[in-house]
């Protein structure tokens, strides 16, 4: 089974609807993360968490909301979607108990999300 | 501001190598990570490095040069499986945070 997993894998939605991106994990790792990915970008982190209770806004955090039920589960809102959120949304893990390589973090699959 | 620079493809011939860059120049540097992302996949971790120097693990190495602000990723032996875009991620605190460059496609041919 995978150590990170995402739901949906893919997602059409339309302007205006809410859509939920949800985030799971068995690593056992405090941190966890959300990406969007857009091509000739690269990775953008738009949350990030370090327990359940911290929560901090990342780069581009505008139009996005996060909540983090649990250690293992971190969950990823669009409040009103629109079309310039279509990308490929990921999330990672990482320990906080581990220093350099072992520090790495760890992705999920992805959630391609189209915003028509 | 945080900028990290990588070309954006390059190709190669199998079992020849290839050099990818990375230029950074980051409000804090804590370790220099590469991963390896196939076409619609997750990045996965390729190597790490915090120190000056050469780090090698198998055909895969990877460079540091602190003062500088560069890094490079070696592919030997370049098989067609290589084929994929390669991440340039600099860890910018001790929360382990990482700003990640745009990628290099790099494009194996026969």
Redesign the interface.
């Known amino acids: 089974d995978a150590d990170v997993t995402q739901t949906p894998r893919n997602r059409i939605t339309k302007t205006g609807k809410r859509i939920m991106l949800e985030c799971s994990q068995t690593k056992g790792h405090d941190r966890m993360y959300w990406y969007r990915q857009d091509p000739g970008l690269g990775l953008q982190l738009i949350y990030y968490s370090f327990d359940v209770k911290d929560i901090n806004k990342g780069e581009i955090s505008d139009g996005y909301s996060v909540s983090r039920q649990a250690q293992a589960k971190f969950s990823l809102s669009l409040e009103s979607a629109i079309p310039n959120q279509t990308a490929l949304y990921f999330c990672a893990t990482s320990d906080s108990r581990l220093a350099g390589a072992d520090n790495e973090q760890f992705f999920g699959p992805g959630t391609r999300l189209t915003v028509l | 501001g945080q900028n ?1 620079d990588q070309p ?1 493809e390059m190709t190669a011939t199998e079992g020849a190598i290839v050099q990818i860059n990375c230029t950074y120049q980051t409000s804090g540097f804590n ?1 220099l ?1 590469w991963y390896q992302q196939h076409a ?6 390729l ?2 490095n ?1 120190l000056d120097g050469l780090e090698e693990k198998g055909r895969f190495s990877s460079f540091l040069s602190r003062s500088k602000g560069y890094s490079y990723l070696l592919l030997k032996e370049l098989q067609m499986k290589d084929s994929a875009s390669y ?1 340039c ?1 600099v ?1 910018t605190d001790s ?4 700003q ?4 290099t496609q790099v494009v194996v041919t026969p």
């Open positions: 990290i954006t370790g990570f619609g996949e997750a990045p996965t971790f190597s790490y915090v991440l991620a860890g929360w382990g945070k990482l990640f460059g745009a990628g």
